[in-house]
């Protein structure tokens, strides 16, 4: 694996695509913009890393090397690879217990994930976080949370201090931070409390759900009154997306305008991205879920 | 070390004058024992206990009404300031209400480092439920002087993701009972996040605001949340009482790496006192001696001190020379200041206003015992309030809170042990 500490960055030149209208419920392939084969190869590598290690994370709980939980994230990598590889070291990305693809898509090295889930001093947490509290401060990375939606006011921090060094401190920051979360997350307080806040105060941050239709092992529909996730944003005063979770370039294409919105200073953005979760909730969960049928 | 055995030997050899006789001989015993000094008169029958101690003292107390008699003070007037840490009356300073303090010192605080910020309810454009960040968003902005949406969760949660990424942020409760709505972000994000994200990242935060029992303000805006969170791991916690170390312990809760949880009092806020000119900070982790003394160790803070020191008027005129600990650092303990004076004076009263089960005294009682229990004549005292929601009917909250009666009582009961 080339350059494990870092990513790459900077896509070369390339000619200017005709724009896509902004913000369609669903992007189709007519909209897509055309990639070169070298980002094509970057993100194919980013999501085939994230896939093989979610499958050695789970050999290795089968055999004993790794305790507690494991979450695996086997379906979903084109969200992490379609977002986080649009970023800059400097941005911040917040997850849930979910968190070690976006941590692989950031540019934390393997070695120190598995180490993490070993529990050993090597890695990323010295072995005190494990596999639900991954952060990298030099990558940014602000976790890693076990409960579910802890960490979307901590993105929204983020986005705060990046706005306050821009209008406070008046230095050139254009930082926007991510916040990673399930749909099970959008039914709680603190989703929506920081949505209004981001809107209110213009925050640089992007909002992704990923959507598996299943909150743990509960229905969204059995769990959530309106399961169009995308339209929460517009009762906030923010654009609402819908996107193909599971396609990599569609994905890619909505992040960019989601974080140009919010590197431009214009503000939040949510975006739904239906992505299934092939391996279910955790380790723990078997792979055929007994009755999913509702 | 003397054991049971020897204990009783020693008694047996002891002349007899040292028991009380019969007859109206009066004894003193200015002896320094066990660097201990006891005036003691005795115009009567009593019986007099004396104990051998396990680090070899000899003690001498006694069972009665108390001290009488000889050693009353005509000008009983419970010194407070002047002996203490806080000798504000030694230089020139000015006079400042206590909210003022605070204001004064985020106000130097903000000018110091840009990063500091404050984020709150009504913080900003109007100046804090209590004013203590009166004019600070008008000379500062509204970015700095953040008026967020009632929702303590998600801006404590903001704060702490803002103290991660660099600021330095200053989260204010209302009340500090709202902050049982930020529970989670408390204990999981401020408290724990330094250890699982093994180091990497610091949360210079500070959560502050009032707590404790106002006047009448019923059961949920009564609480005192100190107990709640004294168990989350990496948390420090102080709790001011006068204008002197509200200042001073703001100050050091800012430049602090650590989340500090500063309680203020609601009744507190209008305390006046003259505060140095010049800058000073208050140390966090160390407590504050309000009036020093031989016979008894009270420790107290936040408002109880006021009940103690008017106690205290009391007990002096009674003949007691209490020495009174304000602790003001509620976790950790300064264990080194409390310990000196439990090796002094050999009993140990607490009064707070936390409740009785769970409370900060429950926890210091623990840590004395463990630290000191040779040092102890006399089991740990300690009264809190009552574990019952604060009534609203002003008599029904006065019981439930410790008086000033009850402190004397307590005093007393101890010393003649």
């Given at each position: ?111 120190a994930l598995m180490s993490e889930l070993f529990g050993k001093t090597t890695g990323c947490c010295r072995g005190q976080g494990g596999s639900m509290h991954m952060f990298s401060k030099e990558h940014n990375l602000l976790g890693g949370f076990a409960f579910i939606g802890e960490g979307i006011p901590v993105a929204t921090g983020a986005a705060f201090y990046s706005k306050y060094r821009r209008d406070v401190l008046k230095e050139k920051c254009d930082d926007v931070a991510l916040a990673f979360f399930g749909d099970g997350t959008c039914n709680n307080g603190q989703f929506f409390e920081c949505l209004n806040m981001a809107a209110l105060w213009k925050l640089p941050i992007v909002f992704v759900v990923q959507n598996n239709l299943w909150a743990m092992n509960t229905s969204q529909l059995r769990a959530t009154s309106d399961p169009e996730i995308w339209k929460k944003g517009p009762a906030f005063g923010m654009p609402g997306i819908h996107v193909d979770g599971m396609d990599v370039l569609k994905v890619r294409e909505v992040a960019k305008e989601a974080i140009g919105r919010a590197r431009r200073g214009e503000g939040p953005t949510l975006v739904e991205c239906e992505a299934y979760l092939l391996r279910g909730h955790s380790v723990l969960d078997p792979d055929e879920p007994p009755d999913r049928g509702m | 070390m003397a054991t049971v055995q020897g204990l009783a030997t020693t008694m047996t050899t002891l002349p007899e004058t040292f028991f009380s006789s019969p ?395």
């Amino acid at each position: 694996i080339k350059n494990p500490n870092g990513y790459k960055q900077q896509v070369p030149n390339k000619p200017e695509p005709p724009p896509a209208p902004p913000f369609p419920h669903s992007s189709s392939l007519l909209n897509l913009q055309l990639i070169t084969r070298e980002v094509g190869l970057e993100l194919y590598e980013d999501m085939a890393l994230g896939r093989s290690f979610k499958d050695m994370c789970a050999q290795m709980y089968d055999k004993g090397k790794v305790f507690g939980y494991v979450h695996l994230y086997n379906g979903q990598e084109a969200v992490s690879t379609g977002f986080i590889k649009l970023l800059k070291q400097s941005d911040s990305i917040v997850s849930a217990y979910r968190c070690h693809v976006h941590a692989l898509s950031k540019g934390v090295p393997a070695r120190a994930l598995m180490s993490e889930l070993f529990g050993k001093t090597t890695g990323c947490c010295r072995g005190q976080g494990g596999s639900m509290h991954m952060f990298s401060k030099e990558h940014n990375l602000l976790g890693g949370f076990a409960f579910i939606g802890e960490g979307i006011p901590v993105a929204t921090g983020a986005a705060f201090y990046s706005k306050y060094r821009r209008d406070v401190l008046k230095e050139k920051c254009d930082d926007v931070a991510l916040a990673f979360f399930g749909d099970g997350t959008c039914n709680n307080g603190q989703f929506f409390e920081c949505l209004n806040m981001a809107a209110l105060w213009k925050l640089p941050i992007v909002f992704v759900v990923q959507n598996n239709l299943w909150a743990m092992n509960t229905s969204q529909l059995r769990a959530t009154s309106d399961p169009e996730i995308w339209k929460k944003g517009p009762a906030f005063g923010m654009p609402g997306i819908h996107v193909d979770g599971m396609d990599v370039l569609k994905v890619r294409e909505v992040a960019k305008e989601a974080i140009g919105r919010a590197r431009r200073g214009e503000g939040p953005t949510l975006v739904e991205c239906e992505a299934y979760l092939l391996r279910g909730h955790s380790v723990l969960d078997p792979d055929e879920p007994p009755d999913r049928g509702m | 070390m003397a054991t049971v055995q020897g204990l009783a030997t020693t008694m047996t050899t002891l002349p007899e004058t040292f028991f009380s006789s019969p007859s109206s001989r009066s004894i003193q015993f200015p002896a320094v024992v066990a660097g201990r000094r006891h005036h003691v008169a005795q115009s009567q029958r009593r019986i007099t206990v004396v104990g051998l101690r396990s680090d070899g003292g000899v003690s001498f107390s006694n069972q009665g009404a108390g001290h009488r008699g000889l050693h009353l003070i005509p000008t009983a007037v419970a010194s407070t300031a002047e002996a203490s840490a806080s000798s504000a009356t030694a230089k020139p300073g000015h006079e400042l209400l206590l909210f003022e303090a605070l204001r004064e010192g985020l106000e130097e605080e903000m000018d110091r480092d840009p990063l500091v910020c404050v984020m709150g309810e009504d913080v900003g454009h109007y100046g804090g439920s209590y004013k203590v960040t009166k004019g600070l968003a008008n000379k500062f902005g509204d970015l700095r002087v953040l008026d967020t949406p009632i929702a303590e969760n998600s801006f404590t949660g903001m704060g702490i993701g803002a103290a991660m990424t660099g600021l330095r942020p200053i989260v204010e409760g209302m009340n500090m009972g709202f902050l049982l709505l930020a529970f989670n972000q408390i204990s999981n994000n401020c408290g724990m996040l330094h250890y699982t994200s093994g180091g990497q990242f610091t949360i210079p935060i500070v959560i502050r605001g009032p707590g404790g029992v106002g006047r009448q303000l019923g059961a949920e805006h009564s609480q005192r949340l100190e107990s709640y969170f004294q168990s989350v791991p990496g948390l420090q916690m102080v709790a001011c009482s006068t204008s002197y170390n509200a200042k001073g312990l703001m100050k050091a809760a800012i430049r602090s790496e650590n989340p500090v949880i500063l309680f203020e009092h609601v009744l507190l806020y209008n305390l006046k006192e003259r505060i140095p000119d010049e800058e000073y900070i208050c140390c966090l982790e160390e407590a504050e001696m309000v009036r020093p003394g031989e016979h008894i160790t009270i420790l107290t803070y936040s408002r109880m001190r006021y009940h103690v020191m008017q106690a205290a008027k009391t007990l002096v005129n009674k003949g007691y020379d209490p020495e009174v600990i304000d602790i003001r650092s509620l976790k950790p303990f300064d264990l080194y200041t409390i310990g000196n004076s439990v090796k002094k004076t050999h009993r140990v009263l607490i009064v707070e206003e936390c409740m009785r089960t769970g409370g900060i005294g429950a926890s210091l009682r623990a840590a004395i015992m463990e630290n000191f229990w040779d040092y102890l004549d006399t089991p740990i005292e300690c009264l809190s309030s009552q574990d019952v929601p604060t009534p609203y009917a002003g008599t029904l909250e006065d019981w439930t809170v410790v008086q000033p009666p009850q402190i004397v009582a307590a005093v007393e009961k101890l010393c003649c042990m």
